[in-house]
């Protein structure tokens, strides 16, 4: 059970949950100070329409991860520049993701226990869409590192040519979205039934 591991061994490395029956790959919280502890909210808050706008990957062959996010994926290229740098679009945007080759051309990826990107998540606008997208790795042979559900969101984990890490996502609305007694925020790990999910796809929709 490749899948149960690797959630295991990233909860449990957090130290903010525990896994407790393997069979039925259930999660329970801890008691941890980080988990209970009262959020206060920020005096001087960021502007709430501020985003994140993009990606920017540093790539070892440019047409590798070009072929992995654009032929899998189904980004578009809106601009390149030789086999330095791509610059990728998800309907017309100028760019979602970027990929440069400036200082990584034939490059590994960093190894395990360095700081860095954990993983980007690519955002999709309805479950359906996320369902196609996991049609789409699946076709292509991708390997998944996990699938949960998050109660606020939907996700699938995988990796790119490079070892980076990518969520694949849906945002349930914000009405959906689990809390606790006392109006916080309540996101869990629950296993996802991709089987479920990929259903979506056969579904007929109004």
């Known amino acids: 059970m490749p899948v149960v591991r690797t959630l295991r061994n990233v909860l449990e490395q957090a130290h903010c949950f525990q896994w407790t029956d393997p069979l039925k790959t259930r999660l329970t919280s801890c008691a941890h100070d980080d988990y209970t502890q009262t959020i206060t909210p920020n005096q001087h808050p960021i502007a709430p329409g501020t985003s994140i706008g993009h990606v ?3 790539v070892s062959d440019l047409n590798r991860a070009s072929e992995f996010y654009c032929g899998v994926l189904g980004f578009d290229v809106m ?3 030789g086999d330095e740098a791509a610059f990728l ?3 017309g945007y100028h760019h979602h993701i970027a990929l440069n080759t400036w200082e990584s051309k034939g490059g590994s990826a960093p190894p395990p226990g360095t700081t860095g990107l954990y993983h980007f998540a690519i955002r999709y606008p309805t ?3 996320l369902a196609d997208g996991l049609r789409r790795v699946l076709d292509a042979g991708v390997s998944l590192e996990g699938a949960s559900d998050h109660g606020v969101s939907e996700a699938i984990y ?3 040519p490079d070892g980076n890490g990518i969520e694949l996502a849906w945002d349930r609305p914000e009405t959906e979205w689990p809390l606790t007694d006392d109006g916080r925020l309540l996101m869990d790990t629950r296993p996802l039934n991709t089987k479920g999910l990929l259903r979506e ?3 007929d929709k109004v």
């Open 158 to 160: 995988l990796r790119d």
């Open 79 to 81: 601009q390149r520049y």
């Open 56 to 58: 920017h990957l540093k």
């Open 201 to 203: 796809l056969t579904t």
């Open 127 to 129: 479950r359906r869409a």
């Open 89 to 91: 679009s998800a309907g």
